[in-house]
T-cell receptor
Framework: AQSVSQHNHHVILSEAASLELGCNYS??????LFWYVQYPGQHLQLLLK??????LVKGIKGFEAEFIKSKFSFNLRKPSVQWSDTAEYFC??????????FGPGTSLSVIP | DTGVSQDPRHKITKRGQNVTFRCDPI?????LYWYRQTLGQGPEFLTY????????KSRLLSDRFSAERPKGSFSTLEIQRTEQGDSAMYLC?????????????FGPGTRLTVL
């Protein structure tokens, strides 16, 4: 069955630290990949997406992600986190048809 | 606010009762999705519509669940004979075209608690 896994359930960082959140998916075909973010008390919103082309994609607020097909991975990175990045982060993959499968999420806490 | 709206935001009900939730998507969006999210998990796909047609239903959607989008605008999700295991956040999202190729915009969710 298609699935998405995220390496960490909860990450705690100090401001200015670098961030990398791991995401792996299980599906052998063509995929579209997403990272969504949910700030405290707010709706889920799209952070960035990969459909094709350059495997390094840039999103909002200084986030980027790299698609490595051979590793079935789509890791999220940010060189220097801010307190305002405290949120829940979800990796997601669209496989066949129009169904998007979400990972379990990683809770990021940034300490000022 | 021209985003996706959901009503009610919270619902507490007793086991065995029926509940109905409403979702109003962004007006020009032809696709509408329902998800369920439990604590510590990401959203789980339930079903989706293209205009008024329901195109796919998850195995998670038992016979007690039914969703409609009668005029291709708002949608309702009904749960009959609720069970404690139905307690979750129910999310609605909409997109202009296929979610795999377009951004899904999420609503605030309806939190259901079944006592």
């Amino acid at each position: 069955a298609q699935s998405v896994s995220q390496h960490n359930h909860h990450v705690i960082l100090s401001e200015a630290a670098s961030l990398e959140l791991g995401c792996n998916y299980s599906y052998g075909g063509t995929v579209n990949l997403f990272w969504y973010v949910q700030y405290p008390g707010q709706h889920l919103q799209l952070l960035l997406k990969y459909f094709s082309g350059d495997p390094l994609v840039k999103g909002i607020k200084g986030f980027e992600a790299e698609f490595i097909k051979s590793k079935f991975s789509f890791n999220l990175r940010k060189p220097s986190v801010q307190w305002s990045d405290t949120a829940e982060y979800f990796c997601a993959v669209k496989t066949s048809y129009d169904k998007v499968i979400f990972g379990p999420g990683t809770s990021l806490s940034v300490i000022p | 606010d021209t985003g996706v709206s959901q009503d009610p935001r919270h619902k507490i009900t007793k086991r065995g009762q029926n509940v109905t939730f409403r979702c109003d998507p962004i007006s020009e969006h032809n696709r509408l999705y329902w998800y369920r999210q439990t604590l510590g998990q990401g959203p789980e796909f339930l079903t989706y519509f293209q205009n008024e047609a329901q195109l796919e239903k998850s195995r998670l959607l038992s016979d007690r669940f039914s969703a409609e989008r009668p005029k291709g605008s708002f949608s309702t999700l009904e749960i009959q004979r609720t069970e404690q295991g139905d307690s979750a956040m129910y999310l609605c999202a909409s997109s202009l075209g296929a979610a795999g190729n377009n951004e899904q915009f999420f609503g605030p969710g309806t939190r259901l608690t079944v006592l």
